[in-house]
């Protein structure tokens, strides 16, 4: 099946620096790719919607310039956490549609902890 | 607007036991209803989706779920539990058209126990 794949899969960062973590598509290109956040023993919560060379949509409540998204080619995403704090620490997940699969089949990545200490 | 309603944070059942995990949700729109499972420190996989036509869907590992429109409900389902079903369970809905945003219930944590 369709692999989606995330790198780092985890990662430690000072706080006050910046964190990018990559995802791909492995086998299909996306043109369309979803970022979440899942905080410990909680859901999944969409941050935002990444768009093939053009500018993501953020949810709600999401602050854009500080996590920065780039979908530069269409099997390539990266989210990039800048100026982490403490409260940045999650696990992010991505998630990516196969179009040759129809609408409805969204393959996820492995995640990304990332710790800010 | 859509929402999911997962009831059970946490369901234990014996190993070779019905597994029932049940999940509600609400949507303005004929719904696309996902189950999801997540191993510890891993990503999620995908156990079935309902699209349109039959309302019993069959995934992998042996989960089914029916959706019934009457009571908004998609509950997963297995006949049997095996030890290694033990994992956290979402359940999920995307709107018909909403560009495959989903949005997930809380989970529900299944341990099996001999």
């Known amino acids: 099946g369709a692999v989606v794949s995330q790198h780092p899969s985890r990662v430690i960062c000072k706080s006050g620096t910046s964190v990018k973590i990559e995802c791909r598509s492995l086998d299909f290109q996306a043109t369309t790719m979803f970022w979440y956040r899942q905080f410990p023993k909680q859901s999944l919560m969409l941050m935002a919607t990444s768009n093939e060379g053009s500018k993501a949509t953020y949810e709600q409540g999401v602050e854009k310039d500080k996590f920065l998204i780039n979908h530069a080619s269409l099997t390539l995403s990266t989210l990039t956490v800048t100026s982490a704090h403490p409260e940045d620490s999650s696990f992010y997940i991505c998630?990516?549609?196969?179009?040759?699969?129809?609408?409805?089949?969204?393959?996820f990545g492995e995640g990304s902890w990332l710790t800010v200490v | 607007a859509q929402s999911v309603t997962q009831l059970g944070s946490h369901v234990s059942v014996s190993e070779g036991a019905l597994v029932l995990l049940r999940c509600n949700y609400s949507?303005?729109?004929?719904?696309?209803l996902f189950w999801y499972v997540q191993y510890p420190n891993q990503g999620l996989q995908l156990l079935l989706k309902y699209t349109t036509g039959a309302t019993l869907v069959k995934g992998i590992n042996g989960f089914e779920a029916e959706f019934k429109k009457s009571e908004t409900s998609f509950h997963l389902t297995k006949p049997s539990a095996h030890m290694s079903d033990a994992a956290e369970y979402f359940c999920?809905?995307?709107?018909?058209?909403?560009?495959?945003?989903?949005?997930f219930g809380t989970g529900t944590q299944l341990k099996v126990e001999l």
């Open positions: 999920a809905v995307s709107e018909t058209g909403g560009g495959n945003k989903l949005t």
């Open positions: 949507s303005s729109v004929p719904p696309y």
């Open positions: 998630s990516a549609r196969d179009p040759g699969t129809g609408h409805d089949t969204i393959y």
